[in-house]
């Protein structure tokens, strides 16, 4: 069974710092891809930036890298100089490739706020 | 992305009415998902749909009845509900649902169903 953990359900964090969300996970498949995704109160879930298993480099996107490390099973997302418009909840996903087990699995989220 | 819309935004109604939440993407994709999104809960997969065919179920209650015409639309139908199925309901679409980075999920912004 796939597993995703975010153990900080909240962050507060000063503007125009860097921030580091963490995001574990669990799973016996070789192949999945991990996901993050940003939800601000109007509740739609924004895609942000994808990691495939086999990538050999880190996943960027702008302000957002995902920093991958598939020993220790984490895929922590990193949001470079933090913005008010970044407050929002951010949820780490996971989906394997494997035939029959491709559900996207979902962390419980972490609330970013960001502090002018 | 906003190539997924959801109406309506926003529906109350009551435990003896009967009433259809409707998804719509724009993207040319194959794959469409409902979710439920509690308070406190992680979101939960409730159907999927790929190529117009329903391939999951995740043991969702039969007062939930969801429909695909098309690789374009997406209902679910709802009856005689309970004040628990409360919740936000996302739908979603992807390229595939055979894994890696074409399985990228992309949301709408979420019908916020009350059932009083």
């Known amino acids: 069974a796939q597993k995703i953990t975010q153990t900080q359900p909240g962050m507060f964090v000063q503007e125009k710092e860097a921030v580091t969300l963490d995001c574990t996970y669990d799973?016996?498949?070789?192949?999945?891809?991990l996901f993050w995704y940003k939800q601000p109160s109007s509740g739609e879930m924004i895609f942000l930036i994808y990691?495939?298993?086999?990538?050999?480099q880190n996943a960027t996107e702008g302000r957002y890298s995902l920093n991958f490390q598939k020993a220790r099973k984490s895929a922590n997302l990193v949001i470079s100089a933090s913005q008010l418009g970044d407050s929002a909840m951010y949820f780490c996903?996971?989906?394997?490739?494997?035939?029959?087990?491709?559900?996207?699995?979902f962390g419980t989220g972490t609330r970013l706020t960001i502090i002018p | 992305e906003t190539g997924v819309t959801q109406t309506p935004r926003h529906l109350v109604m009551g435990m003896t009415n009967k009433k259809s939440l409707k998804c719509e993407q724009h993207l040319g994709h194959n794959a469409m998902y409902w979710y439920k999104q509690s308070a406190k809960k992680p979101l939960e997969l409730m159907f999927v749909y790929n190529f117009k065919e329903q391939t999951e179920n995740n043991s969702v209650p039969s007062r939930f009845s969801p429909e695909c015409p098309n690789s374009s639309h997406l209902f679910l139908h709802l009856h005689t509900l309970q004040p628990e199925d409360s919740a936000l309901y996302l739908c979603?679409?992807?390229?595939?649902?055979?894994?890696?980075?074409?399985?990228?999920?992309?949301f709408g912004p979420g019908t916020r169903l009350t059932v009083l």
């Open positions: 996903a996971m989906r394997s490739s494997n035939f029959g087990n491709e559900k996207l699995t």
């Open positions: 799973t016996s498949d070789p192949s999945y891809g």
């Open positions: 990691q495939g298993s086999y990538d050999q």
């Open positions: 979603a679409s992807s390229q595939d649902f055979a894994g890696g980075k074409t399985d990228t999920q992309y």
